[in-house]
Each structure stands twice: as structure tokens, then as C-alpha cells.
């Protein structure tokens, strides 16, 4: 189901989840924006919200007090505009234990969708590093475990099967990113039931729209797309230029907010994982996931736009 | 294309610049007054290399000994670990660093420093001199907090480029290249790191290193005083 038109019960859960999170915020209250949209997880049917939160070297700031109280911040932010899915895994440094802090100041939202990856060569020493990861986090459990970067997936592949089996996590992903191993990411999804896939993908990395996205709603698997801004390269590259005179058209006042809506204006697109470490850039964001998104031409017309910079 | 071709030295870097710059900040405050003793030991060093003593060729690797033993787990396995998972692997290796100065050093007395008129002697006392007394002010000189200074035996690429220079200033010898491979290969990562951060000092580790190699590799002539093959 496209999650540009969502069911009136989604909205409604969505609002009441702001509400709820408006109420907990430690935070000062602020007109709250209009929820952002959803996605359907195609294996559920769950309804999360379509922008997450990424924690690749944004959240690795280790023990630092300021910088941890900075990343709560935008967790604070991120809960209080509608956000609701965050990413991270235990190559990412201290970025699990920043996350876990910030949940225990904050407290936990409700609906919060919690995704973290296995990454361990080792398949006998997946399960204890997902018991490690979770006790960083300070949940009870994971709702999404990815075999991160393929690495031994087949071991970690039935670990987490067995875990979805026992319900100790509710979904079963693998990732990649910068379009690397895409050949076996696509065998994997051939012969795996897979929850989710996690790739690279935005308006100039866009080598998964011809095989992986497709066969993502071929086979019923949601799509997390992760470095949607090039680690902030693309952003910087575009900050300069001028946004087209057409971007009002779908809703855009920033460069974040169109490479955002190009990218879940996919119909493969579950969520869209950006990281950031400032607050406005958090609420810009999940902003970019509420109001019209492109069609078709206008897909291909940002494209063009973009190329010819 | 093969898959390791794609990687680029941003792909290893898992923390800001500003995360970076800030843990010297907080290992600095975490660790005074440390860096009053750890200036006089530098100080010390310099003293007795220009006034040797008998005990001196011992004490010195000792005291270096002591430097890499303190960095590799106050700095880099309580501290920079903490963003850089990579360091538990590194911190082991200083303090097999600081076991084989101490061994060779301290224990079996192979190092001799002398000042001689050469120029791998030359080189080793301005890579000494350059880590104990120039290289605290280069935090400043970046536009970084004072507090941010990166001083010999409390963080690594002071303490590792002080190594090299005194290193050379052992002379030549068996045991020169296995107590320099070590301080080399960090500087390296240090200057990889600092590059990918688009730091301009990422050149001074590799200056370092590619001047200590230089010193190394200088024709000798005559037995001087140094290293005891």
C-alpha cells in the first residue's frame, strides 16, 4: 500500500504518538509540524515513519557530556517532530551507547522503531554482541536486526531467523551500502525471507533502481536507504547551487528536503535513514517526508536538474 | 571493479573532527597534572642526553618505556577507543612498544645515545626536540584550544615521533628497525587520520616518519656511539 495516502488509523496513531512524545519531552514546546508520512513494512503491514535517524560518526562521540547532551538533543527533536525509526550498529563506536543515553534521558516514545545490525566475522559471536548492542540501547528488544555489510550472513542469517522465531526480534534484514556486493545482496533476497533490505541510494547513487529495488517489492521486503546525502558530500556539493524554480512544486525549501523526497518518492522506499547533529537539520528532515512528493517526471526532472550542475 | 577498490580512507574514519579535537580536551583535564611530570620527563631526557650519566643509556628507554606503557591505556584504551573500536587492537602493540624498549633498553642495555655531528643524529635531535617542545603548540597555532595540546607521554604522536628521534640518536644497529617500525606505522595513521579529516597537520607525523626513515637509511661512517649490534 502507497504510504503517500495513509490510512486514517495511521495518522491518527501517528498523532497520538506525537502527543504522547510532545508530553514526555524534556524539551520546550513547540508548534508541532504536521505528522510526517508513513510507510507500510511490506512483510507486516506495520506503519512506521518514512524518515529515521542515522548514527554513522554523527553519534560516536563517545564519553564526551556535551556532545552526548548535544545527540539527546536531536533525539529529542527527532521524537517531537513524528521520527520514530533510528539506525545504528556496533561498528559505529560509542553511536549505541549515545543512543542508549539519550533513550534513558529522554525516556522511550512510544512506537519507537529500534533497528541495529550484527557485525562480527564470527557467527558464534553474533548472539552475544546483539545482547551487548541491546544492553547499550536500554530496550528489551530489537524490533530490526541486520547482518551488517553481508558480513558472514549466512551464520547470522539463521541467528536471527531463530531470534524472529522466538520473538526476541520482529524483523530480519541485511545491509549494504555504496552499491558495493550488490550481486550477492540480490541472491540473498532471492532465496532469504528477508523483512528488509538496507542499501545506498540517493539522487546521484542510483545503481539499486535497476535490480535491488525492484526485486525488494517483487519479494515484499521494506527498504531502508541509508546515506542519502553522501555522509553530507552530496549536501555540500549542492549548497552552492540554486534550487530549482519547480521545487516549491513538491514541497522543498532545502537541498536535504529534495534528495529526501526524490528518494521516498520511490515506491520501493520504506524509510529514509539521514544522520545529523544539529536539531534543525532533524526537524528539516522529517519535514521532508510530510507534503507532496514527485511523480514520475518530476523524479526524472530532478535527476536532469542535478546532473547538469 | 574489486570490492576493496571502492573503500576510501573516509570509509574507515568513524568520528567528527570536532569529536576528535575535543577528546584531547577531555583527556587533557582528565589527566592533570599529569603533564607536569610528563614535561620534566622530556626535559630529563634532553638534559641527559647533553649531560650523560652511566645510568643514562638505561633510564632513557625506560622512561620511554613508561610514556608508550601510560599512552596506550590511559590514552588509547580508555579514550580513544571510545570512538575508534580499532584502538583496543592498537593499545596491545604500544605496550609490546614499550616491553621491547624496555628490554632491549633498559634490561640488555642496547642503546647508547650520544649527540654526535652526523646527520641521522642531527635529525633525531630535531625530531626530539621538535615532540617535546614544538608540538604542544601546534594545537594552538591550528586555532584550537590551549587545552587541546598534545604532549610526549600523554598522547601517541608526540611520544611516537620523540621515539624516532631518539631512536636515531642511538645510532645504528640490529635493533634500530624493530624499535622503529612501530612509532613509523603510527605515524602513518595518525597522518591518515588527520588527511581525512581535512586537517592540515596530518603532515607533520609523516614528516616525521619520512625523516626518520631518511636518518635511518643516512650512510655512516666510522663506529660512532649508538646502537650496540
Request: hydrophobic letters at 50%; charged letters at 15%; aromatic letters at 8%.
Amino acid at each position: 500500500m502507497s504510504s503517500r495516502h495513509p490510512k486514517r488509523r495511521a495518522v491518527l496513531a501517528a498523532g497520538a504518538a506525537l502527543a504522547m512524545a510532545a508530553a514526555t519531552s524534556p524539551f520546550p514546546a513547540r508548534a508541532q509540524p504536521a505528522a510526517p508520512a508513513t510507510r507500510r513494512i511490506p512483510s507486516s503491514g506495520e506503519a512506521i515513519p518514512a524518515v529515521g535517524l542515522g548514527t554513522w560518526i554523527t553519534f560516536n562521540v563517545g564519553d564526551d557530556p556535551v556532545l552526548r547532551d548535544e545527540c539527546a538533543a536531536v533525539l529529542a527533536a527527532f521524537f517531537a517532530a513524528g521520527g520514530r525509526v533510528i539506525d545504528s550498529s556496533p561498528m559505529y563506536g560509542s553511536s549505541q551507547a549515545v543512543i542508549g543515553y539519550g533513550l534513558a534521558k529522554l525516556g522511550v516514545p512510544p512506537g519507537l522503531f529500534t533497528a541495529d545490525k550484527v557485525w562480527t566475522s564470527s557467527g558464534t559471536a553474533g548472539p552475544a554482541q546483539i545482547e551487548q548492542s541491546r544492553r547499550l540501547w536500554g530496550i528489551p528488544r530489537f524490533d530490526l536486526l541486520q547482518v551488517h555489510n553481508l558480513l558472514a550472513w549466512e551464520e547470522h542469517l539463521r541467528t536471527l531467523f531463530a531470534m524472529k522465531e522466538r520473538e526476541e526480534v520482529r524483523y530480519v534484514g541485511i545491509t549494504t551500502s555504496e552499491g558495493r556486493r550488490h550481486d550477492l545482496l540480490e541472491t540473498i533476497m532471492r532465496t532469504q525471507p528477508l523483512d528488509f533490505v538496507q542499501v545506498t541510494y540517493n539522487i546521484v547513487d542510483r545503481e539499486v533502481e535497476e535490480r535491488i529495488l525492484p526485486l525488494a517489492m517483487e519479494r515484499g521486503m521494506g527498504v531502508i536507504v541509508n546515506r542519502p546525502f553522501q555522509q553530507g558530500a552530496l549536501t555540500r556539493r549542492l549548497e552552492g547551487e540554486k534550487l530549482p524554480p519547480w521545487s516549491h512544486e513538491i514541497g522543498a525549501v532545502t537541498w536535504a528536503q529534495l534528495i529526501l523526497k526524490f528518494i521516498l518518492s520511490h515506491p520501493a522506499v520504506t524509510v529514509a535513514i539521514p544522520a545529523t547533529t544539529r536539531v534543525d537539520h532533524v526537524r528539516e528532515n522529517v519535514a521532508a517526508a510530510t507534503g507532496p512528493l514527485p511523480d514520475a517526471a518530476m523524479r526524472r526532472r530532478m535527476v536532469t536538474y542535478v546532473q547538469d550542475l | 571493479m574489486p570490492e576493496w577498490r571502492t573503500y576510501t580512507l573516509e570509509d574507515f574514519l568513524l568520528f567528527s573532527p570536532r569529536v576528535y579535537w575535543r577528546m584531547f580536551e577531555l583527556h587533557n583535564a582528565a589527566v592533570w597534572p599529569l603533564q607536569i611530570p610528563a614535561l620534566l620527563l622530556g626535559a630529563a631526557i634532553l638534559v641527559r642526553l647533553v649531560r650523560p650519566r652511566s645510568w643514562s643509556d638505561r633510564v632513557i628507554p625506560a622512561i620511554l618505556a613508561a610514556a608508550w606503557l601510560w599512552v596506550a591505556w590511559s590514552f588509547l584504551w580508555n579514550r580513544y577507543a571510545t570512538i575508534n573500536w580499532a584502538m583496543r587492537y592498537v593499545a596491545p602493540v604500544f605496550a609490546a612498544e614499550a616491553l621491547l624498549l624496555l628490554w632491549l633498553g633498559s634490561l640488555r642495555g642496547r642503546l647508547r645515545f650520544a649527540l654526535a655531528p652526523t646527520a641521522p643524529s642531527a635529525i633525531g635531535l630535531a625530531l626530539l626536540a621538535y615532540a617535546l617542545v614544538l608540538h604542544p603548540l601546534v594545537a594552538g597555532l591550528a586555532g584550537r584550544s590551549i587545552r587541546a595540546t598534545e604532549l610526549f607521554a600523554i598522547t601517541p604522536d608526540p611520544t611516537a615521533i620523540a621515539t624516532l628521534g631518539l631512536v636515531l640518536l642511538a645510532g645504528s644497529g640490529a635493533v634500530a628497525w624493530p624499535l622503529l617500525v612501530l612509532p613509523l606505522v603510527w605515524c602513518v595513521l595518525s597522518w591518515a587520520t588527520l588527511h581525512t579529516m581535512g586537517a592540515p597537520e596530518g603532515w607533520i607525523p609523516l614528516a616525521a616518519a619520512g625523516l626518520a626513515v631518511a636518518g635511518r637509511l643516512w650512510p655512516r661512517v666510522g663506529g660512532q656511539a649508538g646502537l650496540l649490534p
